[in-house]
């Protein structure tokens, strides 16, 4: 399976300013995803990571607010914009590699917006 | 509206008895994962089920998929307090390639 390291593990910011989070995966994946899971809550698909293309979002999420790149098969980011306390949550990298070796999460990222 | 529905969502047990948790949907999936996350960490996937009435054994957890791909459970013989954690069960929809989650279950083993 993959070896995802994601940065940064965790970080306070200011409300309105924004945050880029790092996925890098060891070797080339077919598929990266983003996910954001709430305090005590499970996860939630925010996007798809298109290499070399717009990213696909899930319904309630925008590319405004969450731009998020994959310039080639091993890395992507994704942005936090004008962040307010409601987007204060864990925010998780997601690869598929292949079709035989399932999903591998990253560790996370812990933000907190004061 | 919940795509998976994963029950319970809290459960406290103590240690050496038995427990299972349940995942039902309406939607059928080409495959079921289940996983486990700690704190501080991401989910670590334990297993996955492809075929309609596959079951898995996993030392003292048994995984089942249902015979129409829509449902799925986790049991667990003679729970042991480092069972303790999430779990949480995931589909991957048919023709696609993202997973949809379960709400998670908080798995507490008493000592």
């Known amino acids: 399976s993959a070896v995802i390291s994601q940065k940064p593990s965790r970080d306070i910011c200011q409300r309105g300013t924004s945050l880029t989070i790092q996925c890098q995966v060891d070797?080339?994946?077919?598929?990266m995803f983003w996910y954001r899971q709430q305090p005590g809550q499970s996860l939630t698909l925010i996007a798809t990571?298109?290499?070399?293309?717009?990213?696909?979002?899930e319904s309630g999420f925008v590319i405004d607010k969450f731009p998020i790149s994959r310039p080639n098969l091993t890395f992507s980011t994704l942005t936090v914009s004008n962040m307010s306390p409601e987007d204060s949550s864990i925010y998780l990298c997601?690869?598929?590699?292949?079709?035989?070796?399932?999903?591998?999460f990253g560790s996370g990222t812990r933000l907190t917006v004061v | 509206t919940q795509l998976l529905e994963q029950s319970p969502q809290f459960l406290s047990i103590q240690e050496g008895e038995n427990l299972t948790v349940y995942c039902n949907s309406s939607?059928?999936?080409?495959?079921l994962q289940w996983y486990r996350q700690e704190p501080g960490e991401g989910p670590v996937l334990l297993v996955t089920?492809?075929?309609?009435?596959e079951v898995k054994k996993l030392k003292r957890l048994t995984f089942q998929f249902g015979d129409a791909r829509k449902d799925s459970s986790l049991h667990i013989t003679a729970a042991q307090p480092g069972d303790t954690g999430l779990y949480l069960c995931?589909?991957?929809?048919?023709?696609?390639?993202?997973?949809?989650f379960g709400q998670g279950t908080r798995l507490t083993i008493n000592p």
């Open positions: 997601s690869v598929l590699k292949g079709q035989t070796y399932g999903y591998t």
């Open positions: 939607s059928v999936f080409s495959s």
């Open positions: 995931a589909g991957r929809i048919q023709g696609a390639q993202k997973l949809v």
């Open positions: 990571a298109n290499q070399g293309s717009e990213a696909t979002y």
């Open positions: 089920v492809v075929t309609g009435g």
């Open positions: 070797s080339q994946v077919t598929m």
